[in-house]
């Protein structure tokens, strides 16, 4: 945190710098992932990246993607990961990174929806609070020389888009503006003191979200507290005028996003003399009297503070030595750079101890741990798994994504390494068992012609391992979905290898949620990884031979079929019992549904305040005993009901949770803290909390409840 004395050095230094500048060298300021450093007057140059789950560069580690990070259901260790991630960036020569996504997402379609933790504001909000604090860092080590500048993205209700297509324009309700879509944001503001918010590529009730200044004055800054800088998402400025047709000219388009509150430009494909908007157009905007000069030193004296909080002018990364704009197409020495447009584009510089970080074996086990936490059971038909190696003499390990490198969406190419299920079995079962692979179809094509070998491997096996699920072709940000089914002839390779009479045990590895519904009926035991990171097979090798006892929590509801969508837990009461001909209502697995290989009793649930007031928190306690034969973690999960309300409120809301490991036999009391806020909802333009009786009910899934209490609100 910044002490007075520092921010008063950091304005006279800021001001000093423009008083000096052209229009030109002020411009120049305003760019992301291209050199803004400037020579002349000595000013650092902030390096831009991505760092989703790991830094996007050579040899980083790479952690399970967001939507796996999100069925931990432990803040603690996502804040671990995204301090990772910060140290080996500041390393990299990275300043200022374009992560977390807080996206509450509700459709699954959407290509994106493996970057967000989920489709619950409450878990949404832990998470991203969390991730936001690891890479920024709090109190004396804020933004110091092993944290970066966090970007809240994107501002806002992207998750959940009209058709599941990406950009979709959205319609959407103050009322759910502010109870589903900006509470992340809120939080990240207020707690993690965020440096950096990105806006939404669509429009929303008819506004682009990048010249929206009632969302970033108004709400984030105004309302929020928000002090931090606005940078565009990629071109969205420049599309203004192109796509959306808002104005008549790139200028214009400048001035729409200066006056929205935009204060650094995203332009990472479109060449820096070539039609970016905070290049020419921005300076010819200014001269034309449409942007003023002081809206112009405003935003740039927003990145000379971040500059000067960040300690850049004495970073070795930072040095202004690019003195041209065409330098962006320079090489530096080393590896750091990313290609784009076929074009080399500076990176940054690396540190003198960049080895030594990416190196920390510390990183590996922290990557492996977040990878077996994350792993969801779905299914455990008469306790197959975990496999006893014991007892087997082979295995087949099969499915198209069986032996693939599989990270996610903003990974980098190439990590330090990569262990897939393959691997990982193998290493785990040595030279004890026999391990036959193939295969047996493509996960993005109809070609299915190892389909015969793959089943021959699992007629000769004790036991399948059938890995299916998608890739980075099915499904990525613009690569949306119209059906939620396995892709390519997955479906006919399960069915065939099911046909063997060979246990099967299948993971999913993927983006996005499949509907598996056939699967479910006839598998006998199922899990779901998502995108695993670095340590994949590893992770999935320690669960399937019960080295770890798996306690993952999906972040979001599974439906039986796409027709089912939108199918998020916590709508709204429906005016009456909802049905569908001839198929079930209910989704094929519930929000917050992950089973374990072993027991757990959730009970008395109990309100341990009294008589609280509107204004009050309320204090719960609940008991979770371990009655299984072995050690493991649960997630208990607390939802609450406002019984009578002046508006529809969903049947049940999330509002605590708890990750906690309890040895066989053992009971463990829990504490917990219903806020205010947690009670409220949004009415006439404001929080409300109406006196009354509320139910808050105990289990491991928002399907699940093993206990309940109720209290009563007073006025």
Request: glycine letters at 8%.
């Amino acid at each position: 945190m910044q002490t007075t004395q520092k921010r008063q050095e950091a304005e006279t230094w800021a001001q000093a710098l423009l008083d000096q500048m052209t229009i030109e060298e002020k411009a120049g300021q305003l760019a992301a992932f291209f050199p803004n450093g400037n020579k002349r007057l000595g000013i650092p140059h902030m390096q831009h990246g991505e760092c989703l789950h790991g830094m996007v560069a050579d040899r980083a580690t790479s952690f399970p993607q967001a939507l796996a990070l999100g069925c931990m259901w432990d803040p603690e260790l996502v804040e671990e990961v995204a301090s990772i991630v910060a140290k080996e960036a500041r390393a990299l020569g990275v300043h200022h990174c374009f992560a977390p996504m807080l996206g509450v997402v509700r459709d699954p379609r959407w290509g994106r929806i493996q970057e967000a933790y989920g489709e619950d504001t409450y878990l949404v909000t832990r998470t991203g609070v969390a991730f936001c604090k690891g890479l920024q860092g709090m109190g004396e080590e804020r933004l110091n020389r092993d944290h970066i500048i966090a970007t809240l993205k994107h501002l806002v209700a992207d998750g959940e888009p009209e058709a599941g297509l990406n950009g979709a324009a959205m319609e959407l309700s103050e009322r759910k503006l502010r109870e589903i879509h900006l509470p992340p944001f809120e939080a990240c503001i207020k707690e993690a003191q965020a440096a950096s918010i990105m806006p939404a590529h669509h429009a929303l009730n008819g506004i682009p979200c990048h010249a929206n200044s009632h969302l970033i004055e108004d709400i984030c800054r105004q309302e929020f507290g928000f002090e931090g800088m606005i940078v565009s998402d990629n071109g969205d400025i420049r599309k203004l005028y192109t796509t959306m047709k808002v104005c008549s000219s790139l200028e214009e388009s400048a001035k729409l996003a200066m006056d929205a509150g935009v204060d650094t430009e995203l332009a990472w494909l479109i060449p820096w003399n070539e039609n970016r908007i905070y290049g020419p157009a921005l300076i010819q905007a200014v001269k034309d009297g449409l942007v003023s000069m002081e809206q112009l030193d405003t935003a740039v004296r927003r990145v000379l503070l971040f500059k000067y909080e960040m300690d850049l002018l004495h970073d070795p990364c930072a040095k202004p030595e690019q003195e041209s704009l065409e330098a962006c197409y320079q090489n530096v020495e080393g590896d750091a750079h990313v290609s784009l447009a076929g074009k080399t584009v500076y990176y940054g510089t690396k540190r003198d101890d960049v080895e030594e970080v990416l190196q920390n074996p510390q990183h590996d086990a922290i990557a492996l741990k977040a990878a077996q936490k994350a792993i969801v059971l779905l299914k455990n038909q008469n306790a197959l798994l975990p496999l006893n190696v014991s007892a087997l003499q082979t295995i087949a390990v099969l499915g198209p994504n069986s032996d693939r490198v599989l990270l996610g969406n903003y990974a980098t190419a190439k990590p330090r390494h990569y262990v897939s299920v393959l691997e990982g079995i193998r290493r785990y079962v040595g030279r004890s068992v026999q391990v036959l692979t193939s295969q047996g179809c493509d996960p993005d094509t109809y070609l299915a012609v190892d389909i015969p070998e793959a089943v021959a491997c699992a007629r000769k096996a004790d036991v399948a391992i059938l890995v299916v699920g998608g890739n980075e072709i099915t499904c990525m940000e613009n690569q949306d979905v119209d059906d939620l089914n396995l892709k390519g002839d997955q479906q006919q390779l399960i069915e065939a290898v099911y046909e063997t009479g060979t246990p099967v045990v299948m993971v999913l590895l993927d983006g996005r949620p499949s509907s598996i519904e056939w699967a479910d009926q006839h598998i006998p035991a199922i899990l779901e990884g998502f995108y695993l990171g670095q340590e994949c097979g590893t992770a999935l090798a320690n669960v399937l031979f019960g080295e770890y006892n798996p306690g993952g929590k999906l972040s979001v509801t599974v439906p039986r079929n796409v027709g089912q969508i939108p199918c998020y837990y916590n709508k709204l009461i429906p005016g009456r019992a909802p049905d569908y001909y001839q198929s079930p209502v209910k989704p094929l697995y519930p929000f917050g549904y992950g089973l374990s290989y072993t027991r757990f009793s959730i009970h008395d649930l109990r309100v341990v305040s009294c008589d609280p007031t509107v204004e009050e928190d309320v204090q719960l306690a609940v008991e979770i005993t371990n009655i299984g034969a072995r050690a493991g973690e649960e997630v208990v999960q607390l939802y609450v009901r406002d019984e009578i309300s002046s508006l529809v409120r969903p049947e049940k809301e999330l509002k605590g949770f708890r990750r906690v490991f309890l040895e066989a036999g053992e009971t463990r009391t829990l504490s917990f803290t219903l806020k205010n806020r947690d009670l409220a909802f949004w009415m006439d333009g404001r929080w409300v909390v109406e006196p009354g009786e509320f139910t808050v009910t105990a289990g491991n899934s928002s399907a699940d409840e093993q206990a309940r209490c109720t209290f009563a609100v007073r006025g």
